[in-house]
């Protein structure tokens, strides 16, 4: 849907099929450990709030129960798969369940070595959309509380998986407001945007969650943690942020799957998958690059070619 500018009506998603997802992800998961075919299943659970959901291994096929799938199963599995993750790797061989967004980012994950393909059943779950931040975990899945990647989502049906469950309903056609902001930025001065990012970076607190949610930030020993010799200042300090925001973007541009999951997480609400998106459309137009298509070792950053644009060595 293009945007006329008018307020959008607020149009409920119909979840469904969440029900039907819920139900085979547990027969799923019950059989594969029965089956000793996996040792332990990443899933989603009920949490304390009502409604709410949030990440759980099981090892029995007892537990198979208490899997569920929800607009409120907001987190990006994959992050448990990385090799970082050592007490969740040493339970053995694993499935996952991974929404389409999620499912990009194992194929980076397995592009760059984290676990292998055969190392992992991944039961992809059909899916409508998710909970934006900050909305309550009973909420019905509407336009107004959506989270904004699923406005502009085009892999509702995770293929690659393993195994897919759950039914994709009709969806309604929303407006793409983050693709609208982005275009906003594009048509922006270099100085604005340089304005209009420094405004953005101000309130950072430095918390770090965005780091620790990601998947691609598994480094054992971060170089913004480093205090000998320390390459960016850890106070939250504009100069720090500043330098903590361009180390973040460069370090996983050419490699960010776009899950969103470190601008969900941000408490001061910081637009940080704009900047994802930025950088991911920069890899496209130069190098033609989309990261989480299929596993790749390198990407544009980490390879060289000869053929490589070398035009703004001057
Ligand atoms: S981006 Fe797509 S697959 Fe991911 S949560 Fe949203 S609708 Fe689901
Ligand atoms: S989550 Fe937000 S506030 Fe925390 S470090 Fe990241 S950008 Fe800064
Ligand atoms: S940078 Fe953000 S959007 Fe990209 S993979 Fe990490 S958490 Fe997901």
Redesign the pocket.
């Given at each position: 849907m293009k945007s006329t500018g008018k307020p959008e009506p607020t149009v409920t998603i119909d979840t469904s099929g969440y029900a039907v997802a819920t139900e085979e992800i547990r027969s799923e998961a019950k059989r594969l450990l029965l089956e000793k075919i996996v040792d332990a299943v990443v899933g989603y659970q009920s949490g304390r709030r009502k409604g709410s959901a949030v990440p759980v291994i099981i090892t029995d096929p007892a537990q198979a129960e208490q899997l569920v799938f929800s607009p409120a199963c907001v987190n990006?599995l994959s992050i448990y798969l990385t090799k970082a993750k050592k007490e969740i790797r040493a339970k053995g061989k694993l499935a996952v369940v991974a929404k389409g967004c999620d499912l990009r980012?194992l194929a980076?994950l397995m592009g760059e070595s984290q676990f292998k393909r055969e190392e992992v059943v991944i039961i992809g779950v059909t899916c409508a959309g998710v909970h934006s931040a900050g909305v309550q975990p009973n909420e019905p899945l509407t336009s107004a509380t959506i989270a904004k990647k699923c406005r502009e989502c085009s892999v509702h049906i995770p293929e690659g998986a393993d195994l897919i469950v759950g039914k994709l309903p009709l969806l309604p056609d929303l407006t793409p407001t983050e693709k609208e902001l982005l275009e906003k930025l594009d048509a922006m001065t270099p100085g604005e945007r340089w304005e209009y990012w420094k405004e953005q970076f101000t309130r950072c607190i430095r918390c770090l969650a965005?780091r620790q949610?990601?998947?691609?930030?598994y480094c054992e020993q971060c170089l913004c943690d480093r205090g000998r010799p320390q390459a960016v200042d850890t106070s939250p300090r504009p100069s720090g942020n500043m330098g903590w925001h361009i180390v973040?973007a460069m370090h996983?541009a050419g490699?960010?799957?776009?899950?969103?999951?470190?601008?969900?997480v941000c408490p001061m609400d910081i637009p940080?998958?704009l900047l994802?998106r930025k950088m991911a459309q920069e890899l496209k137009e130069l190098y033609q690059y989309e990261a989480g298509l299929t596993p790749q070792e390198k990407g544009p950053l980490t390879s060289y070619d000869e053929k490589d644009d070398q035009s703004f060595i001057k």
């Open positions: 990006n980012a980076g965005c949610v990601c998947p691609f930030c973040r996983l490699r960010c799957s776009g899950c969103a999951e470190c601008e969900r940080l998958n994802n």
